[in-house]
């Protein structure tokens, strides 16, 4: 049985730092990813790592501020999130994908996506 289980969530003030975990466990994944989706918005995708290449890859709200690290032989892998706005405020998804993408496919696009944790909610206050 495959689960993703994310931890780490919390409530941090606005310039501050949260770390956030992703375990995944029941299968071996090519790629894992974070997404978030804040109160009455869509889902946003945030980072993600490849294990092949190890490079990560972020959305431009984030870049600068967040770091996507990872321990492939553990299928682990951390969101690091620093300079936390307000707007930071959301439910973090874990998201892993089985295989390599296709070529056209997009990382930043859910539905590439096999298995989903069942969310952490972050919350910044200013």
């Known amino acids: 049985q495959v689960q993703l289980v994310e931890s780490g969530g919390g409530l941090a003030q606005a310039g501050g730092s949260m770390r956030l975990s992703c375990a995944a466990s029941?299968?071996?994944?090519?790629?894992m990813s974070w997404f978030r989706r804040a109160p009455g918005k869509e889902r946003e995708f945030v980072g993600t790592?490849?294990?092949?290449?190890?490079?990560?890859y972020y959305a431009d709200s984030v870049k600068g501020r967040f770091t996507i690290s990872g321990d492939f032989a553990k299928n682990v892998v951390w969101l690091q999130m620093n300079s936390l706005k307000p707007e930071d405020t959301a439910v973090y998804y874990c998201?892993?994908?089985?295989?390599?993408?296709?070529?056209?496919?997009?990382?930043?696009?859910?539905?590439?996506?096999?298995?989903w944790g069942q969310g952490t909610q972050v919350t910044v206050s200013s």
């Open positions: 029941g299968r071996t994944f090519s790629r």
């Open positions: 998201a892993a994908r089985l295989n390599p993408l296709l070529v056209g496919d997009m990382p930043s696009r859910p539905r590439v996506y096999d298995y």
């Open positions: 790592m490849a294990w092949r290449t190890g490079i990560p």
